[in-house]
């Protein structure tokens, strides 16, 4: 008999905060069906790594150095497409929110939502990703 293996999703964390970056690494790296490809700490790692890589989904912190995650998302859908971005950011200012939904993103996620759920919506995202 046949079973049906879920495809793998291929996930990148671009975060500048190690300890961030650290606890989604552990969150995904649990995780069934679910391949961690890098962490990178500015837009400009994640557009380096999205080249080398090609992830299904990114969880693309806003607020970095050297180059935002909303420049980054930009560049990132003109490289990629289909690579289905989350916009993770924890800063309650309106303007950030009204800036990622014009900004080339799939998804804002605040970071003060359960693993949990951050990890629901990763799978969400690579379905949609592997469907395109």
Known sequence: ???????????????????TRFSLKLALSSQRNIELVGLASNGKEAIEM????????????????VMDGLSASTHI????????I????????PQIEVMSQTARVDAFCKKDTA??????LVRQLGLRAASC
């Open 115 to 120: 693993t949990k759920d951050l990890i629901a």
């Open 50 to 65: 999205v080249e080398r890589y090609r992830p299904d989904v990114i969880i693309l912190d806003l607020q970095m150095p």
């Open 77 to 84: 859908k003109s490289i990629e497409p289909n690579i289905q």
């Open 86 to 93: 989350i916009a993770y950011s924890s800063v309650d200012d």
């Open 1 to 19: 008999m046949l079973s049906y293996q879920p495809p793998v999703l291929r996930v990148l964390v671009v975060d500048d905060h190690e300890l």
